[in-house]
């Protein structure tokens, strides 16, 4: 597994577990941080990791814009926090990094979908960035 896959599913982990606390992400991310500084041979994950959260806490409505606008009938409270943490990594990936293709945070995030959410969320999460990549 490559860093920044490694990375995505440590941001997915700091996303999701903010949402299902209800804590604020910046709270979780600065535990997880901390945890980070004792890991040295796990840093570069976690800069990665660290760059997609602060991606994600910089510009949430925008991130969570796009996801209402292309889940089509979808609203996101109602989504599984494990898709909304998904769509909310890889729509960061896709708006503000452009060192990553679209195909690869895509491909990236439908997998994470398939091993940690529902049957039907890795066809749900790849419906709406698709959308979402082509109106980028």
């Not at 700091?14 to 606390?21: G, K, N």
């Not at 292309?70 to 708006?95: F, S």
């Not at 491909?107 to 529902?118: I, N």
Request: cysteine-free.
């Amino acid at each position: 597994m490559s860093a920044r896959s490694k990375a995505r599913k440590r941001a997915l982990d700091i996303l999701f577990q903010s949402d299902v606390r209800g804590d604020e992400l910046t709270v979780t991310l600065a535990a997880e941080a901390k945890r980070a500084a004792n890991e040295p041979a796990r840093e570069a994950s976690w800069l990665y990791a660290r760059e997609i959260v602060d991606g994600v806490i910089d510009n949430r409505d925008d991130i969570d814009e796009q996801i209402v606008t292309h889940a089509r009938d979808w609203k996101i409270e109602r989504m599984p926090a494990v898709d909304r943490a998904i769509l909310r990594l890889a729509v960061w990936e896709l708006m503000f990094n452009d060192e990553v293709p679209a195909a690869v945070v895509i491909d990236e995030a439908v997998e994470l979908a398939k091993e940690f959410s529902t049957d039907d969320s890795g066809s749900f999460v790849h419906g709406v960035l698709g959308r979402i990549a082509r109106t980028a």
